[in-house]
């Protein structure tokens, strides 16, 4: 005999189709907040799930709402040069200010190889969530862009700039046993005896490479470049003697220039140095084209959050504003510059222009 279909009965039937789903809710629900207890409940024309959508979705609120503020445990410095050269004593010494600032650990991660390829290739593929930050400079950043055909990330799309620190220049230094005190004795002497000398940097590709490489084709002499792990090893062996010159910064330089150890002949930038007055400028020496000095930075992965990007920015200009960072960094010749992270972004972008042109007249093509 058949009987009516009850209310009761209509509503199991409209529930049964939904269980599935209810039980995969369940058990997200369960991984965030406290059980939900879930039972059917009739309603005349369906079943409506809003509340218990609700209450995950309340859940999941609750839950992102305890989460610790950044940073809540040691960040990493990638730094993409061996340790003893400037990448690697810039690292340090902010590193050490952020450290003291906010109350975690900055840890610097020497990753050098492949011209600071590698170091920055580790850096696209960490993850994004301010914990893992990066040291880049001109070459890492812009001029290996035109070095190497091929490279695993793209500067503007796959970092996220954070906070400029400051420009830098080269000074051109020889062993006291090459008989020249300036630049345009040293070219008058190569040409005149057929001289050749090495000139040591800290890896192939960087900006000392290039310069170096650049100076021999306008000067019009033969100059063989003798690749390092660091800036400070080729230092080491030109003091030795076994090479004979030297693109490097003043920040590694003022020990060895006391003590005599190396001669100082030309400076990269636009003007003579405060710390080295005597010494010229490739300008003044007959060089054009030298005046673009290095740069450094830091930067991070790609979709970091905007808030996160926005307290490092903050917190590295106010280290970099500190009295005594301010005087060391100086004395060390770095010209500081603050920047916002929407100025540093743009300012990459006209230093690709003026890297493109440098490394096209270098000669220098890698891979």
């Known amino acids: ?27 997200s629900a369960a991984s965030i907040v406290a059980p939900i207890s879930i039972a059917p409940v009739a309603i005349a024309r369906g079943v409506v799930l809003t509340g218990v959508v609700a209450a995950c979705v309340a859940g999941i609120g609750a839950a992102q709402a305890q ?25 340090r010494e902010i590193g050490t200010a952020l450290t003291q600032r906010l109350g975690v650990t900055f840890i610097v991660e020497n990753r050098p190889g492949g011209g600071g390829n590698i170091g920055l290739t580790m850096l696209a593929r ?26 695993p990330f793209e500067t503007l799309r796959d970092f996220t700039p954070v906070a400029f620190v400051g420009r830098l220049p080269f000074v051109l230094v020889a ?35 290039i310069f170096g490489e650049l100076l021999a084709r306008r000067a019009g002499v033969d100059l063989v470049h003798v690749p390092y792990k660091s800036s400070g090893e080729a230092l080491r062996d030109l003091i030795a003697g076994r090479t004979q010159l030297q693109f490097i910064t003043p920040i590694e330089l003022a ?47 790609a979709g970091v959050a905007p808030e996160i990007v926005r307290r490092l920015n903050q917190e590295i200009r106010e280290v970099l504003a500190t009295p005594a960072i301010r005087a060391r960094l100086a ?37």
């Open 67 to 91: 989460a610790p503020a950044w940073p809540s445990r040691p960040v990493k410095i990638i730094a993409p040069y061996a340790p003893g050269g400037v990448t690697d004593f810039l690292a």
């Open 126 to 151: 960490a993850a994004a969530d301010g914990y893992t930050i990066g040291e880049g400079a001109a070459n890492t950043l812009v001029a290996n862009r035109f070095l190497y055909t091929t490279r």
């Open 331 to 367: 004395r060390a010749g770095l010209e500081l510059q603050d920047m916002s992270t929407e100025q540093f972004r743009a300012f990459i972008g006209t230093e690709m222009t003026k890297w493109e042109a440098i490394v096209r007249d270098s000669g220098v093509k890698l891979d």
């Open 1 to 27: 005999m058949h009987r009516p279909e009850t209310s009761r009965n209509r509503s199991a039937r409209a529930w049964r189709p939904l269980r599935p789903a209810l039980a995969r809710l369940r058990a």
């Open 175 to 209: 062993h006291p046993s090459v008989n020249a005190g300036n630049l345009r004795v040293l070219i008058g002497a190569m040409k005149a005896g057929s001289l050749s000398y090495s000139f040591g940097s800290s890896g192939v590709g960087n900006t000392a490479h």
């Open 255 to 301: 020990g060895p220039i006391q003590q005599g150890s190396v001669k100082a002949l030309a400076v990269a930038a636009p003007a003579r140095l405060a710390s080295m007055p005597d010494v010229p400028t490739l300008d003044e020496s007959g060089f054009e084209g030298f005046e673009s000095p290095t740069w450094f930075g830091f930067i991070a992965p």
